[in-house]
């Protein structure tokens, strides 16, 4: 009786295994004459996760499931642990089912341009979590024959171990959600977080992560939560704007800063960025001091012309006049408060190209032009001399 009964129990496995193989041709062919008719890419992705594969096992182990039954007369332990098999075996078959679905949409989501920078992994892994959390707990109730009650009551009890447990996967999550709604940090944006070493663009955003690929090629990875309760850059705005900033200063000797004779002011006027400039500004000057009575025979009296000045005014016509800066955003070159190394005097305006290695040829440029043009105005740079109190103190 065994033996009919073993014999029976192959029989049914060797027809399951042709349903298998007849409906796995049959399902996959199915899905490629879509995907060859249509234009989507969605129906690409499910063949490549395997979504047809899993799909034609849940035909056989349903026949299986339903005949399997009709051989426990004799042997009803052996056959009710068979069937107990089975259905553990729908249950990882629903579960991979719903994995290739979900991985899927994650794919195809990196496709489209609307949702490319978006962390629709973090959420995937969510979900992915919860189906297997899902599929563990009725496993666990088919093996001891348990209600699916008993074990979230057992589970609930541990809660707290299990925040223990999860808490990145948990801080993760919520950060996710933050991340998402108040649009801090996308796939592709550029941020920098000294915390953590990151300066770089951000091409992974995951439930318990972020990778930043650096600048060097080099990948720092960060917890998500931290780009909740840490602080960090995002360039972001820069990229988005019409221009890249430009602000870095030039430390000029105070000492060389002075008033500007008749004489060499004749000889400024020949400069042609700010012929015109000096023009005004001396017609303006010499009513004010004819109209006051002003002594000229001191420089220091009544109003004058400093070379300082007037380097500041030539800085701000060389900008304005330079074809890579943004004539729609500031141009500014100003004076900054006296330090002990010089009068800083700081040029802030706008680069048109925001790409890293033009910006900074932009910049050079424009600071080697700024710095061979100081000669001209009778100012120095400071700089640190072999018997300087600065450099003493540091030995």
């Known amino acids: 009786m065994l033996k009919n009964q073993l014999f029976s129990l192959l029989i049914i496995l060797i027809v399951s295994v042709i349903i298998y193989w007849l409906s796995k041709k049959i399902i996959n062919k199915i899905f490629k004459k879509i995907s060859n008719k249509t234009k989507t890419h969605f129906d690409d992705l499910l063949i490549k996760n395997k979504f047809p594969s899993y799909s034609s096992c849940l035909l056989p182990l349903f026949f299986i499931y339903l005949l399997t039954p009709f051989l426990q007369e004799d042997y009803p332990k052996i056959i009710n642990g068979f069937l107990k098999l089975i259905e553990i075996l729908i249950v990882f078959n629903l579960v991979f089912i719903v994995r290739s679905l979900l991985m899927t949409i994650e794919n195809y989501s990196k496709l489209k341009p609307s949702l490319k920078n978006k962390p629709i992994e973090s959420y995937v892994q969510v979900f992915l979590i919860l189906v297997w959390f899902i599929g563990f707990i009725l496993i666990m109730s088919l093996i001891t024959g348990k209600n699916v009650a008993t074990f979230l009551t057992t589970i609930g009890a541990f809660s707290a171990i299990l925040f223990l447990v999860f808490k990145d996967t948990i801080l993760g999550f919520v950060a996710s959600i933050q991340i998402t709604i108040n649009d801090t940090v996308r796939i592709g944006d550029w941020i920098t977080m000294n915390s953590s070493g990151a300066d770089g663009d951000v091409i992974s955003i995951s439930l318990t992560s972020v990778k930043v690929q650096n600048f060097d090629k080099t990948i720092t990875t960060i917890p998500t939560y931290k780009l909740i309760s840490d602080s960090f850059i995002n360039w972001r705005g820069m990229s988005d704007s019409d221009g890249r900033r430009i602000k870095r200063s030039l430390l000029i000797k105070a000492s060389s800063i002075r008033f500007l004779k008749e004489e060499e002011l004749l000889l400024f006027s020949k400069?042609?960025?700010?012929?015109?400039?000096?023009?005004?500004?001396?017609?303006?000057?010499?009513?004010?001091?004819?109209?006051?009575?002003?002594?000229?025979?001191?420089?220091?009296?009544?109003?004058?012309?400093?070379?300082?000045?007037?380097?500041?005014?030539?800085?701000e016509a060389y900008l304005e006049q330079h074809p890579l800066i943004n004539k729609e955003m500031i141009i500014m070159c100003r004076q900054l408060a006296p330090t002990s190394q010089g009068v800083p005097l700081e040029i802030y305006v706008f680069s048109i190209d925001k790409d890293w290695k033009i910006y900074e040829h932009i910049m050079s440029d424009i600071f080697d032009h700024l710095l061979s043009s100081i000669d001209y105005f009778y100012l120095e740079c400071f700089e640190l001399s072999p018997k300087s109190p600065f450099l003493d103190s540091k030995n």
């Open 271 to 315: 400069i042609d960025r700010i012929a015109e400039y000096i023009r005004a500004r001396q017609e303006d000057i010499t009513i004010y001091n004819s109209l006051n009575n002003i002594d000229k025979n001191i420089l220091i009296n009544g109003r004058n012309i400093t070379n300082m000045g007037l380097f500041r005014k030539y800085t």
